[in-house]
């Protein structure tokens, strides 16, 4: 790859040929033709190294088409991640998937573990972009726990549709045996703590929640609440109808964090009415 990146910028794509790849790199032409994919894959090929842009196989265009490769090549392997299971796929499928060579993958990523790890990490980006956003607009929609519950719901709704990721993400954990990999992981999982902390203390400061509160246990318990919801949908699909309760899960969270002036709550209100209606 190193080599048909100095060849591409002496010269045209069309005018490179895969025995002078070889001569150029050093490796037998089988070689090449094995990680290439043959004479006609080659302007691909240089394409998706980053070495040419798609219009003329020249030098130009670099780094717009080595991203958008590079992005081809995470769906792609999140597609196949979850046709497959992180064990089952290989970066041949990968590769397949996304119209490239494996050499085109290898160049982006230094191998599958490599790659799931970018996958999960561009999950936590999103993720730790989304939800603060989220929060905000809850409570602009709404006050305390209605505005809890409105929250809470969303947060079901998008649990149910992460569920090809979280499989992966617990797959790629349990199976994963790369020390770095695994620091890698949980250095992810610190920042997304991290980033919910101004969240936490937002709500404190503004009084949305008990101003007592401590940021950083209220940031824990929403994420091991929101992620055990997860977990167990992950693990019991078809059981607990997490979308009916909901408001219920919400009302347990707001009992442990409600400003000291605030109500019972509306919840807490139908709650009480039920249990002290007389039996039929």
Known sequence: MTAARMLAGEKPAKDISLAELARASGVSWPTVRRHVGGRDGLPGFLVAIGAASADTAGPQGVGAEAADTRSRILEAAFRTFARHGYSGATLDDVAADAGLTKG???????????????LIEERFRREAA??????????????????????????????????????????????????????????????????????????????????DLDPQALAVVWRCILLGVGLWMTQ???????????????????????PGDADAGPMAEEAASERTEAPE
């Open 104 to 118: 085109a993958v290898y160049w982006h990523f230094a191998g599958k573990d490599d790659l799931c790890m970018a």
């Open 130 to 211: 989304r939800i603060p956003e989220d929060i905000r607009d809850a409570v602009r929609d709404g006050a305390g726990e209605r505005a809890l519950v409105a929250f809470v719901a969303h947060e079901v709704q998008q649990a149910r549709k992460g569920e090809s990721w979280r499989r992966l993400g617990l797959e790629f954990v349990s199976r994963s045996r790369n020390p770095a990999l695994r620091h890698r992981y949980a250095e992810l999982a610190r920042k997304f703590y991290d980033d919910t902390l101004p969240v936490a203390q937002w709500l404190i400061d503004s009084g949305v929640v008990a101003k």
């Open 236 to 258: 019991d699909p078809d059981g607990l109808d997490f979308d009916a309760m909901a408001p219920r899960l919400a009302q347990v969270m707001w009992r442990g964090m409600a």
